[in-house]
């Protein structure tokens, strides 16, 4: 009976919408990925620049 009220009220059936539901809960679990790597590689990326630019003697502390 809840299948049908959901039918009826969506247009769809109970099992195409629980299949959204985790699309949208692997995108969001795959941008969340995306930003770690890209944070990790920004952070690699800013040391290897520190480790090849020669450091002033001002810079020190």
């Not at 039918?7 to 969340?32: A, C, H, M, P, V």
Request: hydrophobic share 25%; charged share 40%.
């Amino acid at each position: 009976m809840k299948e049908n009220l959901l039918e009826i009220n969506t247009g769809k059936d109970y099992f195409s919408q629980i299949s959204e539901k985790n699309q949208g809960r692997r995108i969001g679990n795959l941008e969340s990925l995306l930003g770690r790597v890209r944070d990790r590689a920004v952070k690699k990326r800013m040391h290897l620049l520190e480790k090849s630019c020669p450091e002033k003697e001002g810079d020190r502390t």
